[in-house]
């Protein structure tokens, strides 16, 4: 999995969600800040987050590719749900399954809070989002040192379904990028595509040239609903996206 070198999330301390009961939970290099609409059983947390790595940690040992490789790998049929979804959310991008693993252990953890009856879930994981919410949410970008950082931010609207907004940057965080770009973020109604597609996107921005043919990129792949990409003092978006102050 990824480096187990601390890093402070300090943008999680910007975070004001009215209405929502707070909760960081840490497993290992997994480290997620989560919000609902009541208090998070952070007993079941620990075990749900200690299941999927165990999932993902065992077919490594089968397979030590899944870990490694930079392009889609066939997974076997028989393998943990979690690992055939990084394996098909890799495909869809076109990058290496660990590329979906922040958002895919938010999905699927989201997705076992909501059957527990949550009504709001949040669940950030290394800036790559589960969300479902009741409530519209305002969402800042944080792009490091661009001087846009925070200045850009979405609205989110409440809706039946949950959602992923994921995050990906050349200059900011510890995840693997061969791009430049100071953020790009991904929205999808999976998360684990819209982490592989935020990384796939990335990969593309090298320079402020690189932006429409990036957003193309974006735009061609089934399934995603908007990016925006932050390249020092310029940005680029596309999709059902709504800006606000």
């Not at 200059?171 to 990028?177: E, M, N, Q, R």
Request: net charge positive.
């Amino acid at each position: 999995m990824k480096s187990d070198k601390y890093q402070k999330r300090s943008y999680r301390d910007w975070v004001k969600a009215s209405g929502l009961c707070k909760a960081e939970v840490a497993v290992q290099e997994t480290d997620l800040h989560i919000l609902t609409d009541k208090p998070v059983d952070k007993d079941f947390v620990e075990d749900k987050i200690r299941l999927l790595r165990r999932h993902i940690e065992g077919y490594i040992q089968k397979d030590h590719r899944f870990l490694t490789s930079l392009s889609p790998l066939a997974v076997e049929k028989t393998a943990p749900l979690i690992v055939r979804d990084m394996g098909r959310a890799a495909l869809q991008a076109n990058v290496g399954p660990m590329a979906a693993v922040a958002g895919a252990i938010a999905k699927f953890l989201g997705t076992s809070l909501l059957r527990k009856g949550y009504r709001d879930v949040i669940i950030e994981n290394g800036g790559d989002i589960f969300l479902k919410t009741t409530q519209p949410r305002i969402l800042s970008i944080y792009s490091g040192s661009s001087v846009l950082s925070q200045k850009i931010c979405l609205k989110i609207k409440p809706g039946i379904k949950p959602m992923g907004i994921c995050t990906s940057s050349g200059t900011v965080g510890h995840s693997l990028s061969f791009g430049c770009a100071d953020s790009v973020v991904i929205i999808a109604a999976d998360a684990s595509l819209a982490d592989a597609a935020a990384t796939a996107v990335g990969n593309r921005v090298h320079t402020q040239e690189d932006l429409p043919a990036a957003i193309d990129f974006a735009r061609s792949l089934k399934g995603i609903s908007g990016a925006v990409i932050v390249f020092g003092d310029r940005f680029a978006s596309w999709g059902n996206i709504e800006f606000t102050a």
